[in-house]
C-alpha cells in the first residue's frame, strides 16, 4: 500500500509541471481574449464610422483600417486557437502520465512526443501573438506620421 501511494506521490510530483504550464498558457490566453474583445470593439465603431463618412480620403482610410483590424482579429483568433490546442495536449501528457502509472504501460514516446507538439503549438501561437502586435504597432505608427506629417 505504501509503495503505491510513493508511487502516485512521484507522479503527482511529475504532473506538476505540465500543470504550471497549463497555468501560463491561461494566463496567456486571458490576455488575449481582453486583446480581443478591445478589437472587436474597434472594428464595431469603424464599421459605423465608415458607413457615415461621405469625403472619399477619410472613407479610404476608414476602409484601410478597418481591413487592418480585421487581420489582427485573424490573427489573434488564430493565436487563441495554437494556445488552445497546446493546452489540450498538456492535458493530454497528464491524462497520460497518470494512465501509464495506473496501468503500468511505458507510455514514454507518447508523451514526449505530446509535450513536444503542445510546446511547438505554443511557439507558433507566441510567434502569431507578436505578429498581431507588430501589426497593431504599424498601424499606429502610420498614424503618427500622418498626424505629424500635417
Known sequence: MSSSVTDLAQV??????PVFMLTGIAGFLNVMSGRLGRIVDRARIMERRVSTI??????EQS?????NIWRRIKLINRSIGLCTASALFVCAVVVFL????????????LIVTLFVIALF????????FLKEVQLATRTL????????DE
Not at 12 to 17: F, K, L, R, T, Y
Open 121 to 128: 503549438l505554443l511557439i507558433f501561437a507566441l510567434l502569431t
Open 63 to 67: 476602409e484601410n483600417e478597418l481591413k
Open 12 to 17: 503527482i510530483q511529475i504532473v506538476v509541471a
Open 98 to 109: 497518470f494512465l501509464g502509472d495506473l496501468l503500468l504501460f511505458d507510455l514514454s514516446k
Open 54 to 59: 461621405k469625403n472619399p480620403e477619410f472613407l
Open 141 to 148: 505608427q502610420m498614424g503618427k506620421e500622418k498626424i505629424f
